[in-house]
T-cell receptor, first 115, second 110 residues
Framework: KAGVTQTPRYLIKTRGQQVTLSCSPI?????VSWYQQTPGQGLQFLFE???????NKGNFPGRFSGRQFSNSRSEMNVSTLELGDSALYLC??????????????FGSGTRLTVV | AQRVTQPEKLLSVFKGAPVELKCNYS??????LFWYVQYSRQRLQLLLR??SRESIKGFTADLNKGETSFHLKKPFAQEEDSAMYYC????????????FGGGTRLMVKP
Protein backbone atom coordinates (compact mmCIF):
# COMPACT_ATOMS: atom_id res chain seq x y z
CA LYS A 1 0.00 0.00 0.00
CA ALA A 2 1.06 3.58 -0.56
CA GLY A 3 3.04 5.21 2.20
CA VAL A 4 2.68 8.63 3.76
CA THR A 5 2.95 11.30 1.09
CA GLN A 6 4.03 14.83 1.82
CA THR A 7 3.97 17.70 -0.61
CA PRO A 8 5.85 19.70 -1.58
CA ARG A 9 9.27 18.18 -0.89
CA TYR A 10 11.04 21.54 -0.81
CA LEU A 11 9.92 25.10 -0.23
CA ILE A 12 11.69 28.43 -0.08
CA LYS A 13 9.74 31.30 1.44
CA THR A 14 10.46 34.84 2.54
CA ARG A 15 10.10 36.09 6.09
CA GLY A 16 6.58 37.25 6.79
CA GLN A 17 4.96 34.98 4.22
CA GLN A 18 2.71 32.07 5.07
CA VAL A 19 3.00 28.47 3.93
CA THR A 20 0.77 25.40 3.73
CA LEU A 21 2.14 21.87 3.79
CA SER A 22 0.13 18.80 2.87
CA CYS A 23 0.15 15.21 4.08
CA SER A 24 -1.75 12.17 2.84
CA PRO A 25 -1.67 9.34 5.38
CA ILE A 26 -1.69 5.63 4.76
CA UNK A 27 -5.12 4.49 3.65
CA UNK A 28 -7.19 3.61 6.68
CA UNK A 29 -5.06 5.55 9.13
CA UNK A 30 -7.10 8.12 11.00
CA UNK A 31 -4.34 9.75 13.05
CA VAL A 32 -1.97 12.26 11.52
CA SER A 33 0.79 13.92 13.51
CA TRP A 34 3.22 16.66 12.57
CA TYR A 35 6.77 17.14 13.79
CA GLN A 36 9.39 19.78 13.25
CA GLN A 37 12.97 18.54 12.93
CA THR A 38 15.93 20.86 13.29
CA PRO A 39 19.61 20.19 14.04
CA GLY A 40 19.40 22.16 17.27
CA GLN A 41 16.08 21.04 18.73
CA GLY A 42 15.70 17.61 17.17
CA LEU A 43 12.22 16.22 16.63
CA GLN A 44 9.51 18.31 18.24
CA PHE A 45 5.83 17.51 18.27
CA LEU A 46 3.55 20.08 16.66
CA PHE A 47 0.07 18.56 16.77
CA GLU A 48 -1.98 15.46 16.15
CA UNK A 49 -5.30 15.13 14.38
CA UNK A 50 -7.67 12.22 14.70
CA UNK A 51 -10.94 12.04 12.80
CA UNK A 52 -10.75 15.75 11.93
CA UNK A 53 -10.22 16.82 15.55
CA UNK A 54 -7.02 18.12 17.06
CA UNK A 55 -6.22 15.64 19.79
CA ASN A 56 -2.88 16.93 21.03
CA LYS A 57 -0.89 20.09 20.59
CA GLY A 58 2.77 20.77 21.20
CA ASN A 59 4.40 23.86 22.55
CA PHE A 60 4.48 26.00 19.41
CA PRO A 61 3.12 29.51 18.88
CA GLY A 62 -0.29 30.12 17.39
CA ARG A 63 1.31 30.85 14.01
CA PHE A 64 1.43 27.09 13.57
CA SER A 65 -1.94 25.56 12.82
CA GLY A 66 -3.34 22.53 11.14
CA ARG A 67 -6.43 20.72 10.08
CA GLN A 68 -7.59 17.35 8.92
CA PHE A 69 -10.15 16.57 6.29
CA SER A 70 -12.78 13.86 6.20
CA ASN A 71 -10.51 11.67 4.03
CA SER A 72 -7.82 11.95 6.77
CA ARG A 73 -5.55 14.12 4.65
CA SER A 74 -3.99 16.87 6.72
CA GLU A 75 -2.52 20.28 6.16
CA MET A 76 -0.41 22.43 8.38
CA ASN A 77 -0.06 26.16 8.01
CA VAL A 78 2.59 28.51 9.28
CA SER A 79 1.81 32.20 9.11
CA THR A 80 4.18 35.17 9.37
CA LEU A 81 7.22 33.02 8.73
CA GLU A 82 10.39 33.61 10.71
CA LEU A 83 13.94 32.53 9.90
CA GLY A 84 13.77 30.07 12.80
CA ASP A 85 10.93 28.21 11.12
CA SER A 86 13.40 26.76 8.65
CA ALA A 87 13.22 23.04 9.29
CA LEU A 88 12.20 19.65 8.01
CA TYR A 89 8.50 19.15 8.70
CA LEU A 90 7.54 15.52 9.09
CA CYS A 91 4.11 14.03 8.90
CA UNK A 92 3.36 10.67 10.45
CA UNK A 93 0.27 8.54 10.31
CA UNK A 94 -0.98 5.88 12.65
CA UNK A 95 -4.01 3.66 12.97
CA UNK A 96 -4.58 5.75 16.05
CA UNK A 97 -6.20 3.70 18.73
CA UNK A 98 -6.84 5.63 21.92
CA UNK A 99 -5.46 2.87 24.08
CA UNK A 100 -2.38 1.71 22.26
CA UNK A 101 0.22 3.56 20.31
CA UNK A 102 1.11 1.30 17.43
CA UNK A 103 3.85 3.54 16.20
CA UNK A 104 4.06 5.87 13.30
CA UNK A 105 4.74 5.61 9.62
CA PHE A 106 6.59 8.73 8.59
CA GLY A 107 6.60 10.65 5.36
CA SER A 108 9.75 11.93 3.69
CA GLY A 109 9.13 15.42 4.96
CA THR A 110 8.92 18.91 3.54
CA ARG A 111 12.11 20.92 3.75
CA LEU A 112 11.15 24.55 4.43
CA THR A 113 13.75 27.27 4.07
CA VAL A 114 12.85 30.79 5.16
CA VAL A 115 15.05 33.54 3.74
CA ALA B 1 6.29 16.45 31.82
CA GLN B 2 7.88 13.69 29.78
CA ARG B 3 11.48 13.65 28.70
CA VAL B 4 13.74 11.28 26.77
CA THR B 5 17.50 11.44 27.00
CA GLN B 6 19.99 9.73 24.73
CA PRO B 7 23.33 10.56 26.31
CA GLU B 8 25.51 9.68 23.32
CA LYS B 9 25.30 11.71 20.13
CA LEU B 10 27.72 9.36 18.39
CA LEU B 11 28.60 5.74 18.99
CA SER B 12 31.31 4.11 16.92
CA VAL B 13 31.95 0.36 17.03
CA PHE B 14 33.66 -2.25 14.88
CA LYS B 15 31.74 -4.81 12.92
CA GLY B 16 30.97 -7.83 15.07
CA ALA B 17 31.20 -5.92 18.34
CA PRO B 18 28.22 -5.64 20.71
CA VAL B 19 26.18 -2.46 20.58
CA GLU B 20 24.19 -0.72 23.29
CA LEU B 21 22.41 2.53 22.55
CA LYS B 22 21.30 4.17 25.75
CA CYS B 23 17.91 5.72 26.40
CA ASN B 24 16.64 7.12 29.68
CA TYR B 25 13.23 8.60 30.22
CA SER B 26 11.32 10.66 32.70
CA UNK B 27 7.59 10.09 33.02
CA UNK B 28 5.34 9.70 36.01
CA UNK B 29 2.90 7.20 34.51
CA UNK B 30 3.26 4.01 32.50
CA UNK B 31 4.92 4.90 29.23
CA UNK B 32 5.13 3.14 25.93
CA LEU B 33 8.66 3.19 24.54
CA PHE B 34 9.85 2.95 20.97
CA TRP B 35 13.00 2.93 18.94
CA TYR B 36 13.00 4.58 15.52
CA VAL B 37 15.80 4.38 12.99
CA GLN B 38 16.77 6.54 10.04
CA TYR B 39 19.17 5.07 7.51
CA SER B 40 21.01 7.38 5.14
CA ARG B 41 18.62 9.02 2.66
CA GLN B 42 15.65 7.06 4.00
CA ARG B 43 12.61 7.93 6.03
CA LEU B 44 12.43 7.67 9.75
CA GLN B 45 10.98 4.24 10.49
CA LEU B 46 9.80 2.28 13.48
CA LEU B 47 12.35 -0.29 14.65
CA LEU B 48 10.62 -1.77 17.67
CA ARG B 49 8.08 -1.17 20.42
CA UNK B 50 8.60 -2.30 23.99
CA UNK B 51 5.07 -3.62 24.21
CA SER B 52 5.74 -6.09 21.40
CA ARG B 53 8.78 -7.61 23.09
CA GLU B 54 10.17 -8.51 19.71
CA SER B 55 13.58 -8.63 18.10
CA ILE B 56 13.99 -6.75 14.86
CA LYS B 57 17.16 -7.05 12.75
CA GLY B 58 18.82 -8.62 15.79
CA PHE B 59 18.04 -5.63 18.02
CA THR B 60 16.25 -5.96 21.34
CA ALA B 61 15.28 -3.47 24.00
CA ASP B 62 14.01 -4.09 27.50
CA LEU B 63 12.04 -1.58 29.47
CA ASN B 64 13.55 -1.17 32.94
CA LYS B 65 11.05 0.79 34.97
CA GLY B 66 13.29 0.87 38.04
CA GLU B 67 16.08 2.57 36.14
CA THR B 68 13.68 4.32 33.73
CA SER B 69 15.70 3.07 30.81
CA PHE B 70 15.03 1.46 27.44
CA HIS B 71 18.43 0.65 26.03
CA LEU B 72 18.74 -0.83 22.54
CA LYS B 73 21.10 -3.76 22.19
CA LYS B 74 22.55 -5.97 19.50
CA PRO B 75 25.14 -8.65 20.20
CA PHE B 76 27.03 -8.35 16.90
CA ALA B 77 26.91 -5.10 14.95
CA GLN B 78 26.80 -5.10 11.15
CA GLU B 79 27.89 -2.31 8.82
CA GLU B 80 24.31 -1.95 7.58
CA ASP B 81 23.27 -1.00 11.13
CA SER B 82 24.96 2.37 10.67
CA ALA B 83 22.17 4.91 11.04
CA MET B 84 20.58 7.48 13.31
CA TYR B 85 18.61 5.96 16.17
CA TYR B 86 15.90 7.75 18.13
CA CYS B 87 14.28 6.63 21.35
CA UNK B 88 10.72 7.86 21.84
CA UNK B 89 8.09 7.82 24.56
CA UNK B 90 4.32 7.92 24.46
CA UNK B 91 2.52 8.78 27.65
CA UNK B 92 -0.85 7.45 28.72
CA UNK B 93 -2.69 10.51 27.54
CA UNK B 94 -5.11 9.96 24.72
CA UNK B 95 -3.47 10.11 21.37
CA UNK B 96 -0.25 9.29 19.63
CA UNK B 97 2.02 12.11 20.71
CA UNK B 98 5.63 11.02 20.95
CA UNK B 99 8.48 12.68 22.78
CA PHE B 100 11.77 11.92 21.04
CA GLY B 101 15.27 11.83 22.37
CA GLY B 102 17.99 13.76 20.60
CA GLY B 103 19.18 10.70 18.71
CA THR B 104 22.40 8.68 18.56
CA ARG B 105 24.37 8.20 15.39
CA LEU B 106 25.71 4.67 15.21
CA MET B 107 28.73 4.08 13.00
CA VAL B 108 29.81 0.50 12.44
CA LYS B 109 33.32 0.33 11.07
CA PRO B 110 34.55 -2.60 8.97
Amino acid sequence: KAGVTQTPRYLIKTRGQQVTLSCSPISGHRSVSWYQQTPGQGLQFLFEYFSETQRNKGNFPGRFSGRQFSNSRSEMNVSTLELGDSALYLCASSSGSNRFNYGYTFGSGTRLTVV
Amino acid sequence: AQRVTQPEKLLSVFKGAPVELKCNYSYSGSPELFWYVQYSRQRLQLLLRHISRESIKGFTADLNKGETSFHLKKPFAQEEDSAMYYCALSGNNAGNMLTFGGGTRLMVKP
